[in-house]
């Protein structure tokens, strides 16, 4: 038999790894390097490996989804994102299906109709 824990960490990975897109795009309204988003999301709870990350944002600015450029007044050049303007319709899309989502899984969760309560059995 499985691990409780061990399957819970597992499951928890898939849901995590959806909410990683629309977490990044939400933190692009204006221009960031990609490694600020690390510590970025980690203070808002949401933890990203830089190696997640970075093939997730040449996949977005691939898609049109983000728009780059280069900073090599610095020391050490960086790359920065952006929002392109389809990626700012795609984003309050995927904004406005994510909060019927959650509206939907609350009541689901929730259970008004007097069934089984979250986390009971």
Same mark, same amino acid.
């Given at each position: 038999?499985?691990?409780v824990n061990e399957? #819970? &960490?597992g499951l928890l990975s898939e849901l995590r790894r959806g909410t990683i897109? #629309? %977490?990044v795009l939400s933190q692009l309204s204006e =221009?960031?390097?990609g490694y600020s988003l690390v510590p970025l999301? /980690?203070?808002?709870? #949401?933890a990203v490996d =830089? %190696? &997640?990350l970075y093939p997730l944002l040449r996949r977005l600015e691939k898609q049109g989804l983000l728009e780059s450029t280069w900073d090599t007044? /610095?020391?050490r050049p960086r790359k920065y994102y952006l929002l392109s303007p389809f990626g700012k319709k795609v984003y309050e899309g995927?904004?406005? /299906?994510?909060?019927?989502?959650v509206a939907n899984m609350e009541g689901i969760l929730t259970d008004l109709g007097g069934g089984e309560q979250h986390g009971s059995n």
């Open positions: 038999m499985a691990d399957t #819970i &960490t897109v #629309i %977490g =221009p960031r390097y999301l /980690e203070e808002k709870g #949401i =830089p %190696g &997640t007044n /610095e020391s995927l904004f406005q /299906e994510w909060r019927k989502l």
